[in-house]
């Protein structure tokens, strides 16, 4: 069993994502973008987890991290991204098109601030909503089983 911590948009709250992880105790945190400098922080103080993360459209300064990561995780394929650069506040078509285009199971995005899920046929969305506010997903993988969850500090 993988526990997977999924935060985005913490905007410079770095005692919210430190209070998040260490509540949840994750295996691996994924960072969708806007706070990259928060998840590049908490890997310094956590180093025993594995890191995934993304730069978003506030993390303009950074040069050391990509819009977009393609990975898996015992299997699963993830596309992360920000969100910004596929109009995600608009219509979520186009980021579901790339998951599709790119064969990834879940894609994780951040952005709006709004937690969300989609299931759809072979792909699932996901945004955890913003860590800044307190908000943050998990994610459980076990034996090919998906579970995603919505929560709140």
Known sequence: MKKILVLSDSHS??????????????????????GIKDIDELSYVYPEAKYYMVKGNCDFFNRSHSEENLFEIDGTKFFLTHGHLYEVKRSLSSIKEIGKKLNAS????????KPYIERENDI???NPGAAAEGRYGMIIL???????????L
């Open 13 to 34: 709250y770095f005692d919210k994502v430190l209070k998040i992880f260490e509540k949840e105790k994750p295996d691996i945190v994924i960072g969708a973008g806007d």
């Open 106 to 113: 879940v894609v994780v995005f951040g952005h709006t601030h």
């Open 124 to 126: 699932i969305l996901f």
């Open 142 to 152: 076990e034996n090919g089983n998906i579970e995603l969850f919505h929560k709140q």
